[in-house]
C-alpha cells in the first residue's frame, strides 16, 4: 500500500522540480526577449512599420475632418499593430498574447491645447514551455498613459506651435493579470511563477517597445491635428 507520507514526498518534488525547471526557462526567455527588442522588432516582421504609418495616416484623416470622430479604422489599426508586436513576443518566449482589442486613442482634455492619452489593451495570455506545456492562461489588461500638449513658441516670428509628448506610465503594478485556468491545479508556486514570467515579458513589450511606438505616433502628428484630437476641456464644455 502506498504510504501517504510517500504520496505527499512526491509531489512536493515534481513541484519543486516543475518550479526550478519554469524558474531556469523563464530566466532563458526574458534574455530572450530583450535580444529581440534591442535588435528592434521590426527586424523579425517588416509590416509592422507599414501598419504604423496606416494608422498615422488613418489619424490624420480624422483630423481633416471638422469634428473630429472615433473610427473603426483606427480600432482595427491599433490593434492589427499591437497583434503583430505579440506575435513576434510569442516567438521569441513562448509566451502567446492573443485577442487583442482596444477601443481607441483616448484624449482627454485637462486644460486648453492639453490632454491625458490612453491606449487600453485587453487580451488572453498563454505561458507554453517546453517540457511543461501550458502553463498558465491568464486575462490581460493594461494602459498606456501619457500626456500630451501644444506649445507655441512666441518668440520667433512665425509663434510657431510644437507638440510636446510626455513620458509614458509603464508601472507593472497596474498590469492586471487575472487568471483564467491552470494546467498545474495545486501547484500554486508553478502558476505563480508563470503569471511572474508572463508580466514580466509584458511589462518589457510595453517598455521597449508599444511606449517608443505610442509616443512616435504623436509627435508625428501636426499641432492643428493635436489640437482638434484634444478637443475642449470637460469644464470649459460645461462653462459656456
Excluded at 517588416?46 to 472615433?70: A, D, W, Y
Excluded at 482596444?102 to 490632454?115: C, G, K, M, R, Y
Excluded at 509603464?170 to 491552470?182: E, G, K, Q, R, Y
Excluded at 505610442?214 to 484630437?229: G, I, N, R, T
Aim: aromatic residues 4%.
Amino acid at each position: 500500500m502506498f504510504q501517504l507520507w510517500k504520496l505527499v514526498l512526491l509531489c512536493g518534488l515534481l513541484a519543486g522540480t516543475s518550479a526550478s525547471i519554469l524558474d531556469i526557462r523563464g530566466n532563458d526567455v526574458l534574455r530572450k526577449l530583450k535580444s529581440g527588442l534591442e535588435r528592434g522588432l521590426d527586424t523579425f516582421d517588416s509590416t509592422l512599420e507599414t501598419i504604423f504609418q496606416n494608422l498615422k495616416t488613418e489619424l490624420e484623416f480624422r483630423c481633416s475632418h471638422e469634428v473630429v470622430e472615433e473610427t473603426q479604422e483606427t480600432e482595427n489599426l491599433l490593434e492589427q499593430l499591437i497583434s503583430r508586436i505579440f506575435q513576434v513576443v510569442y516567438s521569441l518566449t513562448g509566451v502567446r498574447i492573443k485577442n487583442v482589442q482596444v477601443p481607441d486613442i483616448i484624449f482627454e482634455a485637462t486644460s486648453d491645447h492639453s490632454a491625458d492619452v490612453k491606449i487600453p489593451i485587453t487580451a488572453d495570455v498563454t505561458v507554453n514551455l517546453p517540457l511543461l506545456g501550458e502553463i498558465v492562461n491568464l486575462d490581460l489588461n493594461v494602459d498606456l498613459q501619457t500626456t500630451v500638449s501644444i506649445e507655441t513658441d512666441n518668440d520667433t516670428e512665425t509663434s510657431d506651435s510644437k507638440v510636446v509628448v510626455g513620458e509614458c506610465t509603464n508601472n507593472p503594478d497596474s498590469i492586471s493579470l487575472t487568471v483564467l485556468h491552470s494546467r498545474f491545479g495545486l501547484l500554486n508556486n508553478v502558476v505563480d511563477l508563470g503569471v511572474n514570467l508572463a508580466r514580466s515579458v509584458v511589462s518589457s513589450v510595453v517598455q521597449d517597445e508599444l511606449c517608443p511606438r505610442f509616443l512616435k505616433l504623436l509627435e508625428s502628428l501636426d499641432a492643428e491635428c493635436v489640437k482638434k484630437l484634444i478637443g475642449e476641456p470637460q469644464e470649459n464644455e460645461e462653462g459656456r
